[in-house]
């Protein structure tokens, strides 16, 4: 993790008004509401993964590509996606800035997963509702680990579940943190 820190500038994924605080553990506001996710979450909630190098990961919650170039940097490939094209558009610039070709970049509604590409070894959501929503579960193969704060946006705690023969057991509380809501099907309605 902290190679993969290391080799990844934050500075390269942030708006560029913001380069000049991208190595503070903030996160920082970007297009639609959203924002990047502090360095230090992202790790912890990447460490929750538990990835050994060969596992193919979905990601919700794109951003602007810096959790998204950390995870391919630690697994064997990745699919990302996030609801809004610009953001994607970006991040697909972002992440090829850094000869980083291991990851698809997808627009759509994160809360469905991406099911023509499953089952996922693990899945990180970097948005919050009170729930996993069931298609992330069923897309989760078994022994897989998915991590999600789990909360109404702007109180949550992060989790780490494993999913298992009977369904998805949760694991470890990582830390509490405060997320932008998840919006979709199995989201939140959008306004």
């Not at 942030?14 to 996160?27: E, N, R, S, T, Y």
Request: proline letters at 9%.
């Amino acid at each position: 993790m902290l190679e993969a820190l290391r080799v990844t500038p934050r500075a390269d994924f942030v708006p560029a008004g913001d380069a000049a605080v991208a190595d503070d553990d903030i996160p920082i506001p970007i297009p639609h509401g959203q924002v990047t996710t502090q360095p230090s979450l992202s790790a912890r909630m990447i460490e929750g993964l538990g990835l050994a190098g060969d596992e193919h990961v979905l990601e919700v919650g794109t951003g602007l590509g810096f959790q998204t170039a950390l995870l391919a940097r630690l697994a064997a490939d990745v699919v990302s996606i996030d609801m809004w094209p610009d953001i994607v558009q970006w991040a697909r610039s972002n992440l090829a800035g850094h000869d980083i070709d291991n990851v698809e970049l997808l627009v759509g509604d994160g809360s469905c997963g991406v099911p023509d590409r499953a089952p996922y070894d693990a899945v990180i959501v970097s948005a919050a509702f009170p729930e996993v929503p069931p298609p992330l579960i069923e897309q989760l193969r078994v022994g897989g680990r998915l991590v999600q704060p789990i909360g109404p946006g702007g109180q949550e705690e992060v989790v780490v579940f494993q999913r298992t023969d009977t369904g998805l057991q949760r694991r470890q509380v990582l830390t509490p943190a405060r997320f932008v809501r998840l919006y979709g099907r199995y989201g939140f309605p959008r306004d």
